[in-house]
């Protein structure tokens, strides 16, 4: 059989950007880490190398920066959307272009006299709270978005069991009905592309689904992260409609009841040693019926 | 002349540790990464291999265990000080111990129907702000105490310069009126021994010198990093009389302003490109005079 | 439109596993990092929180215990195999295993009074290279593998080229005949599903692509790293007709000339500022004509 | 008490430099992280926002560059003490220099038909072998080198005991006889100011040191990490009159026996669990008497 180039793509990855806006003295932040993949006719590239098709990753970061400058960046699905749209609008040889988008949230520092959720007009801290996350898909067959967040980090101190697991020879696991159980969440969740088309509002839709994975990880009584993770899907299906499906990558950060028996001591739920490695890790997608 | 052994110490790093407080519906959480270090006359460990005077690190994170369920875990500074003094106290062969802890914090997750700052009474997300750290000393000249922070991410959008500066055959920097100022900051401040004899307030003062940092952070204009530190860290002195010192270690983050001239756009001050290495290092001790 | 749900799979990631061989004095060495993914009838799990199906991930890290203990630790390829199959065979409700293997190489240390490539009996140094990989899938479709290997760093200081690409309006870079290509590879190969019935030489085949890819790399003079990749990919479909295809990701670590001018300096190809971020990204997978 | 300036030091942190040495068609490469931090009279940047007695740390990045170029890398100490001198003796206000560098060493890329150790001019892969590293200072009192290596690391697999130790109330180890001994190795040695005054070998030296520290880890059979860091620096200081001491920061990456007796299997050394943290840590300094 003949050796032939397979599926490529080639682009410019991690382009950090800080845009300032400052249309008045109180200025806000958009904090982005922005990568972009090119794919089309670029077989001359690996095979004869002639790049004459190929536009340079070095010019995709400086599209980042003239967009953020001309275009602006609104929420990260409205500047993924106008850069891929540009590389296969306006770049020949380009037919798909994958944008991929991770957002650092910043809490204005609190100043004297002010009153809570005000703040400094340009002074700022990182908050450290979970990263936003979107990835918009531009190819032959129209536009697609996928939105999520990473590291975001739950813990619950009670409220959570495992119990009547499959028992075989290698088991040892004692059960449980009084557990810690924690996680680092990564969420996608993919938009309907009819909602797409007539206009999502990002940043609600956002905060909506925020609080639902939140609300649900808190007020369900977990007999199983796997049953967690499908409540927590559930309600952000049952509670946005905009959304087609969501994927749920949750690594089971174990914290496991330190044995004070030894010292003559019991640990009523009281003492835990959290550990790195290994984990468990679920991974779940909850979507629509009839959904690929 | 003769090889001999000159300062030695060992310990257990990193023992991983969440407390859970559980004495009534509402959980409260300690989540700590606290590390021994013990030193004494280990001289026959190393020359003979002689472990008659060893205490196993294993040993180390067992007594971190076990003291979290018996002193129990209060501020760090006062985990640190039971277990710096155990060690000292009831290990015979040792004279000097040294525990460095640093501490995550955890929010409560907010639910329906609860006022703000609420929240769940045992489910809860990371909050990502800065760690907290404290490092307690007991050796031959009794205890000392110096607590921080590390990863408090700052940044301003104006209000900084840089300018008037050294100019030699190799300085190509332009002077500029308005940056961007950034910084993940490390601090470290004694407090004086008397103070710690009479008792402090470890977690307001730790509220009181992270709110002056950030207060300082905010309204200084800055002339230049160092100035912008040396005034955070006099603030904390000014205000905090049982701090004797303070140590600040800061990354220049350097943001640099998007050269968008090729493309005929302007650049006033919105566009930057947010790089990771080199960056400036400045640091800087601000203390009462008199103090080594 | 019902919510239901979707793909699902669950293990445990990350177990460290040191499989040393000492069946005589010359000690041997396997240390891995092995994860393992199950799926199958897990919907009670998610959907009703019943455990019944489920089989621990502890058990899964003790499976991996167990079996290196009993079945012992051969090539990786043949490790992962084995833990697939039994996962599938020997538990009634998965039908599909994911079992992905990363290992760490280690050298003899060398004593004296030894030839070059003896060393010592049971003493040894981490070797630093590069990472070798497999993933092994089971599943109704019978088992595949796809091996391969990550962080394989490479430099050429000459032999690489940059031009003739296409150029837009925010095209800025400069076309270069002599610039600095390097990479941190990834690569992860699929070996033909009749090779693996009919027995592939794991070992020798690593060997033989490493080979292949490091030799391809030197030697093709570079017009891209596109051509690079492609003749990297190509080489090993070449010489081995055991491997149906090959994907080759590959940062562009970019060296960036420093600019001496300003200080009457030329640069002769001698100076290079090292970037992290961001950096160029290429994708490429080579396979045999007809190969999905 | 006023409240006063107390140390401080600033500087360019990671400074990413590849020098390519291309004087003929075989070339060698040195890859460096350069770190600078210049002390002198800088109360006025802190105290006044005055900049005028300050460098720019851009101008100190812009200088690792141009005198990779106009004095070329030599050995790292030799790189360090010509940038260390620079800032000290030509720029006014600076009275004291710290350059720490770090190294990573690079292969030839084999080809075929060459011998053993011979390999490609111009294409290299990284050994990932660990980091030689250096400090050099200048300031009122002299020029001193403190040069090291990081992340070497070493393991036995048999050949180390831990026994004999204190037991306390709340010890749970038990002996062993034939244990893993495994670590990451941080050294720093010192050499005596009268052998850097006449001449050091640098590369001979450190090749020397790497190799006696590698022969005594794997030669002595240990009863404790303690005794195996006491003898490598002894061997050392024993070996190279040039060093006056050698700290060594030493981890011990616990690799803990698979406990598989409830699977009816006994584990004679083969199988060990690879644990994260916490971990031991040990640190000591070898001396020769009379040394600080």
């Known amino acids: 059989m003949a050796i032939v180039l397979g599926p490529n793509r080639y682009g410019k990855a991690e382009t950090r950007l800080l845009r300032v806006v400052r249309d008045t003295a109180r200025h806000t932040l958009r904090d982005l880490n922005v990568s972009t993949a090119l794919s089309g006719d670029f077989a ?78 340009h002074a700022f801290t990182r908050s450290g709270r979970e990263i936003r996350t979107t990835e918009v898909v531009v190819g032959p067959d129209g536009l697609h978005v996928v939105s999520g967040l990473k590291d975001l980090v739950l813990l619950k101190s009670t409220g959570s069991e495992f119990a009547g697991f499959l028992v075989d020879q290698l088991t040892t696991l004692p059960e449980t009905h009084d557990r810690v159980l924690a996680t680092a969440l990564t969420a996608r969740w993919t938009y309907a592309d009819a909602a797409v088309d007539t206009g999502v509002d990002w940043a609600a839709a956002y905060a909506h689904i925020r609080a639902v994975l939140l609300d649900r990880f808190a007020e369900v009584h977990s007999l199983a992260l796997q049953q967690s993770l499908w409540e927590m899907g559930r309600g952000v299906l049952e509670e946005l409609p905009e959304v087609s499906s969501i994927e749920l990558v949750a690594p089971n950060i174990h914290h496991v009841a330190a044995d004070l028996g030894p010292f003559g001591l019991d640990n009523p739920g009281e003492v835990f040693h959290v550990t790195d490695r290994p984990y468990g890790l679920i991974e779940v997608t909850v979507q629509r019926d009839g959904e690929a």
Do not use: M, S
């Not at 790049?51 to 001309?70: M, S």
């Not at 106008?82 to 380009?94: E, K």
């Open 44 to 121: 001359a590239a690996h095979v004869d190398g002639d790049q004459a098709h190929v536009l340079p990753t070095d010019t995709q970061k400086n599209t980042v920066f003239a967009f953020a400058r001309t275009v602006g960046v609104g929420e990260i699905e409205e500047f993924g959307t106008a850069l891929a749209r540009h590389f296969v609008d306006d770049v020949a040889p380009v037919t798909g272009a994958d944008v991929r988008i991770e957002e650092y949230t910043w809490d204005r520092i609190a100043t004297d006299g002010q009153g809570a959720g005000c703040g400094h007009d």
